[in-house]
């Protein structure tokens, strides 16, 4: 599997949800809003969830393994690390 396009889109209003991300799987297959946070540890990625009846919120769309996951994620966030250097933050 290969990712083959990652398009981020930075959220401007504070908090600790920094982008929305879109991936591309083989030029086949799209995965849209994974969420990029700022935790207490770092930038980590949040899948797609739906809220449930039980008020849980349930991952829609993720990975099978944590090689799999540490592999998006790393992308993702050198993503992310681009875009802001590439556009300037308005102040």
Same mark, same amino acid.
């Given at each position: 599997?290969?990712?083959? @396009?990652?398009? #981020?889109?930075?959220?401007? %209003?504070?908090?600790?949800?920094?982008?929305?991300?879109?991936?591309?799987? =083989?030029? &086949?297959?799209?995965?849209? @809003?994974?969420? #990029?946070?700022?935790?207490? %540890?770092?930038?980590?990625?949040?899948?797609?969830?739906?809220?449930?009846? =039980?008020? &849980?919120?349930?991952?829609?769309?993720?990975?099978?393994?944590?090689?799999?996951?540490?592999?998006?994620?790393?992308?993702?966030?050198?993503?992310?690390?681009?875009?802001?250097?590439?556009?300037?933050?308005?102040?």
């Amino acid at each position: 599997m290969q990712i083959t @396009d990652v398009r #981020v889109r930075k959220v401007t %209003k504070e908090g600790k949800m920094k982008a929305i991300v879109s991936i591309t799987i =083989d030029d &086949e297959f799209v995965v849209h @809003d994974i969420k #990029v946070i700022e935790g207490e %540890k770092g930038l980590f990625i949040a899948m797609p969830s739906r809220k449930a009846g =039980d008020g &849980e919120y349930r991952d829609i769309a993720h990975p099978i393994n944590s090689a799999t996951r540490d592999n998006i994620q790393t992308l993702i966030l050198e993503s992310y690390e681009k875009a802001l250097l590439e556009t300037p933050e308005e102040e």
